[in-house]
């Protein structure tokens, strides 16, 4: 895998967990695109998408998280990178643990940056209610 492209994924992950909002958002184009986990409606720019990270952070704790496997597919000016990840959480007075799938676009015409991002849960397990 790209060192550059690498390193721009796992920033982006350890500033959500920060919720270091400046960093995350330098991560992102500005006109990035998110599809969210359940296929809904996209979210566009990077603002909204920032939003949605802060939006899950007010409501959620996280215990643990690990990138589990990256994958990088690389073309001259993009990267596409998939990204298997486990995360487990504390929500609505439950203890969750996910499995999935990350896929970023990865704009390298300048400063490296995410240009589209898809997530989908490949699995979810309820730890404790």
């Not at 215990?63 to 990267?79: G, K, V």
């Not at 400063?111 to 699995?123: E, F, G, H, K, N």
Request: proline share 5%.
């Amino acid at each position: 895998m790209n060192q550059q492209t690498e390193t721009l994924v796992r920033e982006c992950n350890d500033a959500w967990q920060a919720q270091d909002w400046a960093t995350l958002a330098g991560c992102y184009h500005p006109s990035a695109i998110l599809v969210p986990p359940d296929a809904g409606e996209p979210i566009t720019g990077r603002d909204d998408i920032i939003a949605t990270y802060q939006e899950f952070m007010e409501v959620a704790t996280i215990d643990a998280f690990h990138i589990t496997e990256l994958t990088s597919y690389d073309f001259p000016d993009t990267h596409l990178v998939h990204m298997r990840f486990v995360v487990e959480y504390q929500l609505d007075g439950q203890t969750l643990k996910d499995v999935g799938l990350e896929v970023y676009a990865i704009d390298l015409a300048e400063a490296p940056a995410i240009v589209w991002r898809s997530q989908s849960i490949t699995d979810q397990l309820v730890l404790a209610s």
